[in-house]
């Protein structure tokens, strides 16, 4: 009968269990994507986000109807740290949007403030009346002579925008900019005149 070399025997289990083990790997956590310290993994917090940011777009141009309507969107959805930012936003947008009976606008920007919120709400008569308060009271406040040519286009009156729009532009360049990306100037998109004022940079390239 054969002898078994039991010392081989053995270097060789100990040889397969060495191989046999499996390896040990450190794994790094993995962060997920952020905006504003809100987690973005879910598609529909993605979309959560969207909404917030186009109703802070709309909320800081003062379009408050248009953002107290998204913002309501984004108190519906699923992350609570976007929701509660949003209640946050949609109390000041309300506030704004109150027509205040019980204030009596006095200073320049009392009138504009309440201007804005008859924009808002379509009344353009009112509207009127405390911006041109509010230009009266400070001639050269540009955001003032900038909100009364988005009424004009509003109204239909394309003169009068233009000729505001272009003091608002003097007082402030940085108007020239805001005027390209406001939908509240659809109205004149088609004006010569208009595109001169807002890309004074391609007159004389033209023809």
């Excluded at 969107?73 to 949609?90: N, Y």
């Excluded at 608002?168 to 509240?184: G, K, Q, V, W």
């Amino acid at each position: 009968m054969a002898k078994v070399n039991k010392s081989s025997s053995h270097r060789a289990k100990t040889s397969a269990h060495l191989q046999a083990k499996p390896k040990k790997t450190k794994t790094l956590p993995t962060s997920s994507p952020q905006r504003g310290g809100v987690e973005l993994v879910d598609p529909l917090v993605q979309a959560q986000m969207k909404v917030y940011e186009e109703a802070m777009s709309l909320f800081h141009q003062q379009k408050f109807q248009r953002a107290k309507q998204e913002l309501e969107k984004v108190i519906a959805g699923p992350s609570k740290e976007l929701a509660d930012r949003a209640r946050t936003h949609l109390r000041i947008t309300e506030q704004r949007m109150k027509p205040s009976s019980e204030q009596n606008p006095r200073s320049p920007e009392e009138h504009y403030q309440r201007g804005v919120a008859m924009m808002n709400l379509g009344r353009w008569d009112e509207a009127r009346e405390s911006l041109e308060k509010a230009r009266k009271l400070a001639p050269k406040a540009d955001h003032v002579h900038y909100a009364l040519a988005a009424l004009d286009c509003l109204t239909g009156e394309a003169d009068s925008a233009l000729a505001n729009l272009k003091i608002a532009i003097e007082l402030r360049s940085a108007n020239r900019y805001h005027a390209r990306n406001d939908e509240d100037f659809n109205f004149l998109q088609e004006d010569p005149r208009f595109t001169e004022l807002l890309y004074p940079e391609k007159e004389g390239y033209s023809g």
